[in-house]
């Protein structure tokens, strides 16, 4: 019912600034809580950060906060995440996701997933 599709990612130097964004279809995209999770090789998938479907609240990984920003648009079906200070340990696949579970910071609560977009930070 809802299909995910991450862009924005790339090769870029430590310090630098990228913004993610995926793009939903579905008509039921504003109900749903987004995230954003990453996998490094490796590593099992790690939470980044959520937004609820109103926006008011968000949640973001200690190791991203200060940094990244989450935010989305209804309207539009997007969901952005806006990364900041990039760092080496921040390369990753990252990956949106949305869940109807309500907010969480758990994996396995997402039942839609992106394809995922590659984040290389080098130093």
């Known amino acids: 019912q809802v299909q995910l599709v991450e862009s924005g990612g790339g090769l870029v130097q430590a310090g630098a600034s990228l913004k993610l964004s995926c793009a939903a279809s579905g008509r039921t995209f504003s109900s749903y809580v987004m995230a954003w999770f990453r996998q490094a090789p490796g590593k099992e998938h790690q939470f980044v950060a959520a937004?609820?479907?109103?926006?008011?609240?968000?949640a973001y990984a200690g190791s991203v906060r200060g940094r990244f920003t989450i935010s989305r648009d209804n309207a539009k079906k997007m969901v952005y995440l806006q990364m900041n200070s990039l760092k080496p340990e921040d390369t990753a696949v990252y990956y949106c996701?949305?869940?109807?579970?309500?907010?969480?910071?758990?994996?396995?609560?997402?039942?839609?997933w992106g394809q995922g977009t590659q984040v290389t930070v080098s130093s």
């Open positions: 996701a949305a869940t109807s579970n309500g907010f969480t910071r758990v994996t396995s609560e997402y039942g839609y």
């Open positions: 937004i609820t479907y109103s926006a008011v609240t968000t």
